[in-house]
């Protein structure tokens, strides 16, 4: 069974581009996160989904940082615009049961 | 606030030595307890876990057990081999903060042959 998909694996932009990553979660797993990983640190939680609802984006950004789901796989997470501060991993996850999470390779993301 | 709190790394060890890696937390509620680990240009992989008291969790050798008393889940491998060099994360979900997972910092792993 493929695991949690995202793309790209890498990208590199200048300040004040947007940028979006896109994740495919494990199949049957209602719940999917994304979270931003900074050198050096753990995971932070940007946005959590139940199917297509975000029931907690208390951490996101949402003046630059938005997110969808539209129908309830797959989700896209875009920043527009960016800025030097948001290079880092960003890590999409995926849960059964909500409490252990399966977690896809990261988008390593520099801003120039 | 739930937290989780790790040995700071790296911790470099020579193949088949005893490996430790502290892990306390704080938390409101009754939280399970995880361990996952983050190979080079890779993901976070759940490791093991435990969901109350007294559990032990292991997995590929790695044990872990969930002291309530100590708030504590420590985790331990008997013989470490090179290619167990990695990043390990400790995390806790709990309940009562709708089972946000909440992660240490990540203590880093270096395994000489």
């Known amino acids: 069974e493929a695991g949690v998909v995202q793309s790209p694996r890498y990208k590199i932009i200048e300040k004040k581009q947007p940028v979006a990553f896109w994740c495919n979660p494990i199949?049957?797993?209602?719940?999917l996160y994304w979270y931003r990983q900074n050198l050096g640190q753990g995971p932070e939680l940007l946005i959590r989904?139940?199917?297509?609802?975000?029931?907690?984006d208390s951490q996101l950004p949402k003046d630059r940082f938005s997110a969808e789901r539209l129908k309830g796989v797959d989700s896209t997470l875009k920043i527009q615009p960016a800025e030097l501060g948001d290079s880092a991993v960003y890590l999409c996850?995926?849960?059964?049961?909500?409490?252990?999470?399966?977690f896809g390779p990261g988008t390593r993301l520099t801003v120039l | 606030g739930d937290s989780v709190t790790q040995m700071e790394g790296p911790v470099t060890l020579s193949e088949e030595a005893f490996l430790t890696i502290n892990c306390t937390y704080t938390?409101?509620?009754?939280?399970?307890l995880f361990w996952y680990v983050q190979y080079p240009g890779e993901g976070l992989q759940l490791l093991l876990k435990?969901?109350?008291?007294?559990d032990k969790g292991s997995n590929k050798g790695f044990e872990a057990t969930y002291r309530k008393e100590t708030t504590s889940f420590h985790l331990e491998k008997g013989s470490v081999q090179v290619s167990d060099s990695a990043v390990y994360f400790c995390?806790?979900?709990?309940?009562?903060?709708?089972?946000?997972?909440?992660f240490g910092a990540g203590t880093r792993l270096f395994v000489k042959a």
């Open positions: 996850a995926s849960s059964f049961d909500g409490q252990a999470r399966e």
């Open positions: 199949s049957g797993h209602n719940t």
């Open positions: 989904y139940e199917n297509e609802e975000a029931v907690d």
């Open positions: 938390a409101t509620g009754y939280p399970s």
């Open positions: 435990a969901t109350k008291a007294d």
């Open positions: 995390a806790l979900s709990d309940v009562t903060g709708g089972f946000k997972t909440i």
